[in-house]
C-alpha cells in the first residue's frame, strides 16, 4: 500500500495564479484532512470531508477551496494565490474521526 | 476556546540524556490525546497515544501518562538516540469535534 500521497512535493506560483494539489489515499479511509504547517504555529485545519462528496472548513479556510469528488481522492485548490499562502501542505486520512489519522509527505508550495 | 501549549524548542541532548516534552491542553470534556513525530523532510506519523484518563501510551522507549487533573500529557523517554531527531508534536481530539488540534511543534536534536 502507499498509504498517502501527495502531488506535486514542490510548487512556484506567482501572485494570483491557481493551482491544486492533489492527495490520493488506497487504505479506503472515510476521513480526509488539509492542513498547512508554518513554523511556529504547528498544523493548522484548512478543509475537511467525512465522505465521498461532502467538505467542511476547519480553522483556516479562506482562500482554499475542496472537493471529494472519489472517496480515494482529495484536492486543494488556490484560485488566486497569495504569499500568505506559502507553506507546507499536508494532506491525512483516517477512517473515522477517532482513529489515527496517516499523513502523507506534504506539498511545499511557494507564492512570490 | 481549545488549544495545546507545548514546551518550546529547540532542544538538544547528548546520546543517552533523558528527554522531557511538557505539553498541557485546554479542551472541553475527555479529550483523546496524541504525540506525532515528524522527521526531516516527511509527513507526520503517530507516536503514541491515550484516550483516557491515567492511560499511559508508549512507542519505541517514549512514553506519556494522561493526567486529567493537571490537563498534561508530558512526553518522555530514558534514553534517547541520534536517530530521535526530529519534531514532536502533541495534539488532542476532543468529543466535540472532528479534529485534531495540534501544539506548535517541539524541534529535538541529539547529538553522538
Known amino acids: 500500500n502507499a498509504g498517502v500521497t501527495q502531488t506535486p512535493k514542490f510548487r512556484v506560483l506567482k501572485t494570483g495564479q491557481s493551482m491544486t494539489l492533489l492527495c490520493a489515499q488506497d487504505m479506503n479511509h472515510e476521513y480526509m484532512y488539509w492542513y498547512r504547517q508554518d513554523p511556529g504555529m504547528g498544523l493548522r485545519l484548512i478543509h475537511y470531508?467525512?465522505?465521498?462528496?461532502?467538505?467542511a472548513k476547519g480553522e483556516v479556510p479562506d482562500g482554499y477551496n475542496v472537493s471529494r469528488l472519489k472517496k480515494q481522492n482529495f484536492l486543494l485548490g488556490l484560485e488566486s494565490a497569495a504569499p500568505s499562502q506559502t507553506s507546507v501542505y499536508f494532506c491525512?486520512?483516517?477512517?473515522?474521526?477517532?482513529?489515527?489519522?496517516?499523513f502523507g509527505p506534504g506539498t511545499r508550495l511557494t507564492v512570490t | 476556546g481549545n488549544s495545546v501549549t507545548q514546551m518550546e524548542g529547540p532542544v538538544t541532548l547528548s546520546e543517552e540524556a533523558f528527554l522531557t516534552i511538557n505539553c498541557t491542553y485546554t479542551a472541553t470534556g475527555y479529550p483523546s490525546l496524541f504525540w506525532y513525530v515528524q522527521y526531516p523532510g516527511e509527513g507526520l506519523q503517530l507516536l503514541l497515544k491515550a484516550t483516557k484518563a491515567d492511560d499511559k501510551g508508549s512507542n519505541k522507549g517514549f512514553e506519556a501518562t494522561y493526567r486529567k487533573e493537571t490537563t498534561s500529557f508530558h512526553l518522555e523517554k530514558g534514553s534517547v538516540q541520534v536517530s530521535d531527531s526530529a519534531v514532536y508534536f502533541c495534539a488532542f481530539l476532543s468529543g466535540s469535534a472532528r479534529q485534531l488540534t495540534f501544539g506548535s511543534g517541539t524541534q529535538l536534536t541529539v547529538l553522538p
Open positions: 491525512a486520512s483516517s477512517r473515522t474521526e477517532i482513529y489515527e489519522q496517516y
Open positions: 470531508s467525512v465522505g465521498e462528496g461532502t467538505t
